[in-house]
């Protein structure tokens, strides 16, 4: 048994029936866990049930079944996936936008504290700027287009970005920097396997409150200056007074933004936080 067990270590294998039972309690805890969101949201769901019913005003709060046929009536009409579609397109861009010069930024900002000094007083002030001052500014010097649009709702998410990154770029270790001074590792090496494994946490952390704060203000913007999107429909039906057709948009892209959220970063923050367990 114990010559059994050194081979499996020098072969580099792991031995399949001790692996089991662990492998077992991480199904049952995503199975739990799932179980646990299901549940959450019935409750949510039967929430809004009870509200509905002590309303009774349709035009006030409707049943969530109500919203059934006209959802399906803007799905065929193809009005929901189009205007879904543009405001998706803004998200991203600003997202990406956001990410990489917050990214660069705190980096640059966390390892040189000269430029740290000089920068701070910035990054507070743009910290505390409402985002309505940002999205009305961009609206009157650029005009009513997507390019204001996008760079509003990257101004504010440049930020918060760039202090996360800062506070990781702080933490690095100085043993790994030391070490890749010595064998002197080229710009691209030290980035990809010194500097950006140990930013990686900050950067998952960065990007799961970025994409949810950018979506919203994505919405507002929408609200105030574009001619499509789910924030230009929920202005349209506000004026309406048509509550409906607010709860089918607003849903919709909520529904899709926890789609990101589930199948995407949360992923890809575990996966990230792996080494770290083993």
Not at 26 to 45: E, R, V, Y
Not at 69 to 83: Q, T, Y
Not at 166 to 194: C, F, I, N, Q, T
Request: net charge positive; with cysteine; hydrophobic share 55%.
């Amino acid at each position: 048994m114990q010559h059994q067990d050194t081979a499996d270590r020098r072969t580099g294998q792991s031995p399949g029936p001790a692996a089991r039972p662990f492998d077992r309690v991480d199904q049952i805890g995503q199975i739990g866990k799932i179980g646990t969101t299901g549940t959450s949201l019935a409750l949510l769901l039967l929430i809004w049930v009870v509200a509905a019913t002590l309303t009774r005003d349709p035009a006030t709060l409707p049943q969530p079944w109500a919203l059934i046929s006209p959802f399906l009536s803007e799905l065929r009409s193809g009005e929901l996936m189009f205007h879904l579609g543009k405001t998706l397109s803004r998200v991203i861009w600003a997202f990406v936008l956001a990410m990489s010069l917050g990214i660069a930024l705190g980096l640059a900002m966390g390892r040189n504290p000269r430029l740290n000094r000089w920068l701070d007083p910035w990054l507070v002030i743009f910290l505390n700027l409402p985002a309505l001052v940002l999205i009305v500014l961009c609206y009157l010097w650029i005009g009513l287009n997507e390019t204001a649009a996008i760079l509003a709702v990257t101004l504010n998410k440049i930020p918060n970005v760039t202090t996360m990154i800062r506070e990781g770029a702080r933490a690095l270790d100085p043993a790994l920097d030391a070490m890749a001074s010595v064998y002197r590792l080229p710009w691209r090496k030290r980035m990809r396997h010194v500097v950006l494994p140990q930013l990686a946490p900050f950067i998952t952390a960065a990007a799961r409150s970025g994409i949810a704060v950018i979506w919203k203000i994505v919405l507002v913007v929408e609200f105030l200056g574009r001619s499509n999107g789910i924030g230009f429909q929920i202005h349209l039906y506000f004026q309406l007074f048509d509550v409906a057709m607010v709860l089918i948009y607003a849903l919709s892209f909520v529904t899709v933004m926890l789609a990101m959220e589930w199948l995407v970063l949360q992923p890809v923050e575990r996966r990230v936080r792996q080494w770290r367990q083993e």
